[in-house]
């Protein structure tokens, strides 16, 4: 048999929903090990610290799946010495290739986050605004580090040279078994590709009208709810109902989980191909289905904070944060 396939796990600012996405391959993930070696999985899953990884070869993994944002110095390091120990980079989960939801606070100072974490919060007694800081002296001899936290979040491809992405949050295990499948049968798609199956939510949604033969799939939105306004109706197109569904520019590997269980998608699974910046497109495209300005302010009274609407999973990719 062929040489296993080198693999490696790296999670930055993220809370590893990605790795269980891998977890949930159940039968398939041990068909899978049969060829493939996990040579790092940090911090998570694995007994290694990064100098395991800082110590091994230039290029020793064949592929390195990295999930989450980059906020502080250490995902930056981390982030780099593991593009250098991977032949091949995957930006895995929407935290890495678009900010994930965690992106939204790039929208607040960092002074603001820190008194809202540490001061702030109704159950946190620091009347003197104590914050973790990078360096700490302890008892006059003890010099304690933390990680320096950024100003802003940062996508993986800001970092360093990612190769491919997969979206999603976490991704649908569909995902990683269409990634590794891949891999094995060598059978990549272009470098700087999402590895979908290229269907947009819509493409999978059984309440697509045009998939019922209605011609309604260009009607205007005459109103706007949300899901705390009501209990949609699980036949009819939540867009046609007038709840915000993203479904139509959302790639849909996930197979439309959210409708399945009737809840609008709100576009974790990322862009489907050709466009740039998820947030302006998901604007773009609501924008232009609201029937007259009533609809308009229906939206904005709704959803007070349209940047973290349109934006909630991909912030950090955008064109607006880099215009603030
Ligand atoms: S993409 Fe979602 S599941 Fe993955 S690390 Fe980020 S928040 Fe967690
Ligand atoms: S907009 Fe949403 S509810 Fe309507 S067809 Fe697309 S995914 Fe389904
Ligand atoms: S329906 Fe949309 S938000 Fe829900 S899991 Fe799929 S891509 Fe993500």
Not at 23 to 44: G, N, R
Not at 97 to 103: E, V, W, Y
Not at 131 to 152: A, F, I
Request: net charge negative; hydrophobic share 40%; aromatic share 8%.
């Amino acid at each position: 048999m062929a040489d296993k396939v080198k693999v490696g796990f790296l999670l930055l600012g993220g809370c590893a929903g990605c790795e269980m996405s891998v977890v949930d391959l159940s039968e398939k993930l041990v068909d899978a090990l049969a060829h493939l070696e996990v040579v790092f999985w940090a911090p998570t899953a694995a007994d290694v610290k990064y100098n395991d990884l800082e110590a091994m070869e230039d290029g020793f993994i064949d592929v390195a799946f990295v999930d989450g944002m980059v906020r502080l110095d250490e995902h930056i390091h981390m982030a780099k010495v593991m593009r250098k120990k991977a032949k091949t980079l995957i930006a895995f989960g929407v935290c890495a290739a678009l900010g994930g939801t965690a992106g939204m606070s790039s929208l607040h100072s960092k002074e603001d986050l820190f008194a809202k974490a540490f001061k702030n919060t109704p159950t946190t007694d620091n009347p003197d605004g104590v914050y973790p800081q990078p360096s700490c002296l302890v008892d006059g001899k003890y010099d304690l580090t933390l990680p320096v936290y950024e100003d802003k979040v940062r996508t993986l491809n800001q970092i360093v040279d990612v190769d491919y992405y997969i979206g999603g949050c976490p991704p649908h295990h569909s995902h990683v078994g269409a990634a590794i499948g891949a891999l094995l049968s060598g059978q990549m798609p272009p470098k700087g590709s999402w590895i979908t199956n290229g269907k947009a939510v819509c493409d999978v949604c059984d309440r697509n009208p045009a998939k019922k033969g209605d011609n309604l799939s260009r009607a205007m939105v005459t109103k706007v709810l949300r899901t705390v306004d009501g209990t949609p109706d699980t036949d009819i197109c939540l867009l046609q109902q007038g709840y915000i569904c993203f479904g139509p520019i959302t790639q849909g590997d996930c197979g439309g989980s959210c409708l399945n269980v009737n809840i609008p998608c709100r576009g974790c699974g990322g862009p489907i191909p050709g466009i740039e910046d998820y947030g302006a497109q998901a604007l773009s495209s609501i924008a232009s289905i609201l029937k007259d300005d009533t609809v308009s302010a229906q939206l904005m009274e709704k959803y007070p904070n349209l940047a973290k609407f349109f934006y909630r999973y991909a912030l950090p990719s955008g064109t607006l944060p880099k215009r603030m």
